[in-house]
């Protein structure tokens, strides 16, 4: 992964998170929250800088940097997801228990399907093993892309806000809930608060 890297730990970066296999992850409520939630750790504990973000079934897009270069893009990457990945599972396993959690709104006329957590379980377990881990959530390679003009900047902030339109779950960017096009269209800052430039293409 650090190959992918910039030099420079506080250069600001495109970043998409994809669950193995592209399987639908953050349809439900609580692993969406689960994203929020690390996102916010980060924002508070490690002074990560969030100007973007769009949160899919299952991946994420964001642009990000951090603001001192003891703790960088590279040991939030590594942290971010060893967190995500334990909460992850023990959503599953809450599933199992107790039921699968109710569809997110704007994905249920969409009619996705998803598999049981029991199913999910055994894959995530079963590409583990590969790579000697109990469970294996996030693809390993993340490819970040250092983001060094205002253009490019723009460029990668209307990509994020027009995916969930392109994938048909909004029919405008500010319409899809679980995206920042809310922060700077509507100064909807409810979900998760960014820090906004005004950049958008």
Request: glycine content about 2%; overall charge positive; some cysteine.
């Amino acid at each position: 992964m650090k190959r992918h890297w910039s030099k420079e730990p506080t250069d600001t970066y495109f970043i998409t998170n994809t669950i193995v296999e592209w399987k639908n992850i953050f349809l439900y409520e609580p692993y969406v929250k689960i994203i929020l939630k690390s996102w916010k750790h980060f924002q508070t504990i490690r002074g990560i800088v969030f100007n973007a973000f769009a949160i899919m079934p299952s991946h994420l897009h964001y642009v990000m940097r951090a603001t001192t270069a003891k703790y960088g893009i590279v040991e939030m990457q590594r942290d971010f997801k060893k967190y995500t990945a334990k909460r992850i599972i023990d959503g599953l396993q809450y599933e199992i228990e107790h039921g699968e959690f109710d569809l997110c709104n704007v994905f249920k006329r969409e009619n996705i399907k998803r598999e049981t957590a029991s199913e999910l379980l055994e894959l995530f377990k079963r590409i583990g093993k590969y790579s000697n881990q109990q469970h294996k959530i996030w693809m390993p390679d993340e490819k970040p892309i250092v983001i060094n003009s205002d253009e490019f900047m723009a460029q990668k902030m209307n990509y994020i806000h027009m995916n969930p339109v392109k994938a048909h779950y909004a029919t405008e960017p500010r319409d899809y809930p679980y995206s920042s096009a809310r922060n700077y269209y509507l100064d909807d800052e409810t979900l998760f608060k960014i820090t906004r430039i005004n950049l958008l293409a």
